[in-house]
């Protein structure tokens, strides 16, 4: 039976990813801060499953404390899931370093930071899933949300080069661009329904992609052709508008 990490458990997404999984017979490692909030997702999965699911302590921007978080972990995982993520305040960040900074983290210093661990070991195992949860933010700075918009550009960019370096190693590498998620991250934004994914349905596709071994994949396919005009439009133009 397979082991699944899931990093930032205690998301909407992570939460929706734990309940398919454990469904489909998936062992768990449940990895968030606050681990403790954890124990009854714990023990739900464990009676309606009949799974092992294990609750560990995990703050992505503690980065010092991520090898000993992963080097105690028993067993290892088979596919590790980086859900986490922080939109933050963009006015704020533009005057607050502290702001600024812990987007970038959120999204991307201590996503890299777990992920080269977890990598490194499936590297040397010859096998192995790695997810990272992205965003369609990164495809274009726009001067509502470049702080986030550039740590998901970096992240993505982090993720295609893992991708190509661990092909030869048979560890495969998703990267995965949801556009807007009905999650607290964005309560009380009005977003368009149809371009606006659940939580089960960002599950669902995260599962289907992992298990069918695809590279990239948009949670709703609109997103990339959407993207692709945005990504399109002259800089000339492109600086002009309000995005």
Known sequence: MTTVLILGATSEVALALADQLAAKSFNLILAARHAERLNPVKADLTIRFGVTVTVAEFDAAQVTTHADFYAQLSPKPDAAICVFGFLGDHEKAIQNWEECATILTSNFVGAVSILNIVANDFENRKAGVLVGVSSVAGERGRQSNYFYGSAKAGF????????????????????????????????????????????????????????????????????????LVIRSIPESIFKRLRL
């Open 156 to 227: 993505t960019a982090y993720l295609s080069g893992l991708r190509n370096r661990l092909f030869k190693s048979s560890v495969h590498v998703v990267t995965v661009k949801p556009g807007f998620i009905r999650t607290r991250m964005i309560a009380g934004i009005p977003t368009p329904g149809l371009l606006t994914a659940s939580a089960d349905q960002v599950a669902r596709k995260i599962i289907g992609a992992m298990q069918a071994k695809r590279n990239v994949i948009y949670i709703v396919p609109a997103w990339r052709w959407i993207m």
